[in-house]
Structure formats: structure tokens, C-alpha cells
Nanobody, 124 residues
Framework: QVQLVESGGGLVQAGGSLRLSCAFSGRTFSSYSMGWFRQAPGKEREFVARISRSTDSTSYAGSVKDRFTISRGNAKNTMFLQMNSLKPEDTAVYYC?????????????????WGKGTLVTVSS
């Protein structure tokens, strides 16, 4: 069974940076496309970024493009999200997700596995 464990969340001032990690175990990491979602208080879950399993191609939500960078280290079975120029509206619980497919639905529906989340709080 796959396990996803997020880490790296915390409290940061606006304009600061954080690096989230998602540790993957239980299956072959390189067989999964990976991504990040977030959910702010009182809001629906939203797509943040994804990285494909085969080509390492990436895509981002418009709200985070040019500020966030997703990457993966297949040798370490870990995915990362470097978050720069953070804004108060980035405050949310961030979840990593995995799907055994080249297709990564931005809705989040159909993901094979989810982590439990890590809280990011950006103060103004």
C-alpha cells in the first residue's frame, strides 16, 4: 500500500518561502504522476501543481505560476514544492497526491493516493 507523508509546512511572513516535501513509499515512485492540492478554510480543494511520471513535465495553477516550483527526486522517492513570494491567500492545508497514470486530473478526482496534509500559514 502506498503511503504519502507531507512535511515542511509552517508559519511564514508574506514574501517568504517554504519548501514542502512529500515522501512516497510502498510502490515504485517513478510509476506515478504526482501533484499538490490545497484547501483553505471554508473553500473547496484546488489544484496547485503536478509533475508527470514519464517526462517530468509540469503544470501549475495560474495563481501560483512563477512563484511555485514542483520537482521530484526519483532516487529518494520524494516530491517537492518550492514556494516563493508567499501571499496570505496561499494559506491552506497542502496535500500531495499520486496517480498511476500519465493523466493527472486537476479536479483531484481519480487520484490513487492522498497524503494527510501539511498546514501552511502566511501572515500579512
Amino acid at each position: 500500500q502506498v503511503q504519502l507523508v507531507e512535511s515542511g509546512g509552517g508559519l511564514v511572513q508574506a514574501g517568504g518561502s517554504l519548501r514542502l516535501s512529500c515522501a512516497f513509499s510502498g510502490r515504485t515512485f517513478s510509476s506515478y504522476s504526482m501533484g499538490w492540492f490545497r484547501q483553505a478554510p471554508g473553500k473547496e480543494r484546488e489544484f496547485v501543481a503536478r509533475i508527470s511520471r514519464s517526462t517530468d513535465s509540469t503544470s501549475y495553477a495560474g495563481s501560483v505560476k512563477d512563484r511555485f516550483t514542483i520537482s521530484r527526486g526519483n532516487a529518494k522517492n520524494t516530491m517537492f514544492l518550492q514556494m516563493n513570494s508567499l501571499k496570505p491567500e496561499d494559506t491552506a492545508v497542502y496535500y500531495c497526491a499520486a496517480v498511476n497514470s500519465d493523466y493527472f486530473p486537476h479536479s483531484g478526482n481519480g487520484m490513487d493516493y492522498w497524503g494527510k496534509g501539511t498546514l501552511v500559514t502566511v501572515s500579512s
